[in-house]
Structures are given as structure tokens and as C-alpha cells.
């Protein structure tokens, strides 16, 4: 599996992508693939849809090099620009206007890539619990406690994929906690905090 780029040769990257180095924008796309993948799955549950909007996003992305501006966090907009495409592709299918579907589109927490990694049966049961509970919250609740804590974003950068406001950020991140204290067992939740550590270390693995 490819490593996930440090955010400063991120940048340097993309600066040099959008001088017009190919290569520098093959090496984005190899060291967040995975990361893009796995966020898409979680949007749409087809895989090969899920590559289609990726492809069509570096393309998109190669042939508007020299109007592409410069960005804080490199991953964080590559999730942006992933969940518009695939949010407009759907809602092409669905003939619905993609400002309605932004609101209504499913959102699921998988956590099968990573039990490859767990020896521990009954850290296996943990995980899947967690992943029960999780998948139990609201849509937009599931989406931000992904966003934080799979893929390690920061409350801003959560704002800008979210577009909500970093307080309205701050707000959904505590209902989520609540909600997951009342069905957890303080046992739990020091495993939930521990299975987080556990994700930022590693990251999915590849998903072509």
C-alpha cells in the first residue's frame, strides 16, 4: 500500500503539479487513492462507480492545471471535489437536483479492511461493534466521526468537505459522542479511542 503523503511535500506536489509535472499529479493520485477510494465507498456502494469518479477527477484535474488554484490541504480537497463529483453523477441517475440529494445521500462506516490487521478476536467483536453503533447515528453525524477519525481531518478542513460552519462542527461532533456513550460500556469507548489511534496508523489498504 502506498504511504499517505506528509502534508508539506503534499504541497510541494501540487505546486509542481500545477506547473505542469504529470508526475507530480501520478504521485497524488498513487498516495491518496486508497484514502479517495474508501471515502467514495462510503457515499456509494459501488466500487467501480466509485473509480469511474476518481479517474474522471485527476483527468479533470490534469486538463485544468494551469487554472487550479493553490490549497491548504491537499487530501482534504481531493475529498471535497470527490463527493461533488460523485454527489452530481448521482444525481444525473437519479434525475434529482444534486443541492436535494447532498442532503438525503446514504452514509455507512466499514471498518473490513482494517480487521485484516487484528489478531485479537475479541478486538474483532470490538471493531464491529463499533462499526454498529456508528452506522446507527444520523447520516451527517456517521460522516463527521469518519472524516475525524479515519481519515484524521482537521475541524476546518471537516468544515469545508461537511460546508458546514466549524462551530455547527464543534455542535455534531458532541451529539455523536453522546450518542455513542449511551450505547457504550466505558470499557468501549476507551476501545473506541484506541481503535482511532490504531486507524491513523494505518492507512486502507489498496483498493484496485
Not at 473490513?112 to 474483532?124: K, P
Not at 457504550?184 to 491513523?200: A, D, E, R, S, Y
Request: aromatic share 12%; hydrophobic share 40%; with cysteine.
Amino acid at each position: 500500500m502506498s504511504r499517505r503523503l506528509p502534508s508539506e511535500e503534499a504541497q510541494q506536489l501540487w505546486q509542481e503539479y500545477r506547473s505542469g509535472d504529470m508526475y507530480a499529479l501520478a504521485k497524488i493520485m498513487q498516495s491518496y487513492y486508497a484514502d479517495l477510494f474508501h471515502w467514495g465507498m462510503r457515499l456509494h456502494a459501488d466500487p467501480e462507480f466509485v473509480k469511474d469518479c476518481i479517474q474522471e477527477l485527476f483527468l479533470n484535474l490534469w486538463k485544468r492545471q494551469e487554472s487550479v488554484n493553490a490549497v491548504e490541504n491537499v487530501r482534504a480537497y481531493l475529498l471535497v471535489v470527490l463527493k461533488t463529483r460523485i454527489l452530481r453523477e448521482l444525481s444525473k441517475k437519479h434525475t434529482t437536483h444534486q443541492s436535494t440529494l447532498s442532503e438525503e445521500y446514504a452514509f455507512s462506516v466499514e471498518f473490513s479492511a482494517d480487521v485484516r490487521l487484528i489478531e485479537e478476536e475479541n478486538e474483532v467483536y470490538q471493531v464491529r461493534k463499533l462499526e454498529r453503533v456508528i452506522n446507527h447515528l444520523p447520516e451527517r453525524q456517521k460522516e463527521l466521526i469518519y472524516l475525524r477519525f479515519y481519515q484524521n481531518l482537521s475541524f476546518e478542513q471537516i468544515a469545508d468537505v461537511m460546508q458546514l460552519g466549524r462551530q455547527s462542527v464543534y455542535n455534531l461532533l458532541q451529539k455523536s459522542l453522546i450518542s455513542l456513550r449511551k450505547n457504550w460500556t466505558v470499557k468501549c469507548i476507551g476501545f473506541f479511542i484506541q481503535f482511532t489511534v490504531f486507524c491513523l496508523r494505518y492507512s486502507v489498504a489498496d483498493a484496485c
